[in-house]
């Protein structure tokens, strides 16, 4: 297992999400009031790149349908029909820069 730079703390705001690509994954980090959490970017449902959609606390709302999800862990958490759960990474801040465990 690697880490990745995602970035500074000064490029995710509290209540801010960022895409960050590495090894072919597209993974979004997101600060949820001073907690960094990362999943993968993509929707389950039809691809939608979650990053752009909208964070509210720790719950992600993907851009194209309203699914919801659990930037903490990953996992679904309301939407019409089932969907796969996404990877979630570890996050580690050392000084002002934020890693990612891929």
Known sequence: MGKILAGKISDIPPGQMLKVESEGKEILVANDNGNYF?????????????????????TVTCPWHSSTWDCKNGKLIAFASELKDLASYTVIVESDNIYVEI
């Open 38 to 58: 990362a999943m993968d970017d993509t929707c389950t449902h039809q691809g939608a790149s979650l990053s752009e959609g909208t964070l509210d606390g720790s």
